[in-house]
């Protein structure tokens, strides 16, 4: 089992920053890919961003040059750097690891999600 945690969320006022954590738990060899989606009142849930054990990173048009994504592959965590946040970026942020390999070398299923944390940008 695979469990995520997200925090950092919160009320921010626009043009302001706050950074997102999410720690990955269990008995886990390897995460392949972590990322980042999130879902605002009425609309489905969007990807982020994401970001591949070997650092390669694949971010939404919309955060392009405001957001930035990384990882502590040895403490198994994935981060979100928000700058330049606007009111549309107001939703729910959702942890996601993929491609997980258990310590005892078990292919895990294919995704795990965390519960999310809310990220409310307003004046």
């Known amino acids: 089992q695979v469990q995520l945690v997200e925090s950092g969320g919160g009320l921010v006022q626009p043009g302001g920053s706050l950074r997102l954590s999410c720690a990955a738990s269990?008995?886990?060899?390897?995460?392949?890919?972590m990322g980042w989606y999130r879902q605002a009142p009425g609309k489905q849930r969007e990807l982020v961003a994401t970001?591949?054990?070997?650092?390669?990173?694949n971010y939404t048009d919309s955060v392009k040059g405001r957001f930035t994504i990384s990882r502590d592959n040895a403490k198994n965590t994935v981060y979100l750097q928000m700058n330049s946040l606007k009111p549309e970026d107001t939703a729910v942020y959702y942890c996601?690891?993929?491609?997980?390999?258990?310590?005892?070398?078990?292919?895990?299923?294919?995704?795990?999600w965390g519960h999310g944390t809310q990220v409310t940008v307003s004046s």
């Open positions: 996601n690891a993929g491609g997980i390999v258990s310590a005892t070398m078990k292919r895990l299923k294919p995704d795990y």
């Open positions: 970001i591949s054990s070997g650092g390669t990173t």
């Open positions: 269990g008995s886990i060899f390897s995460i392949y890919i």
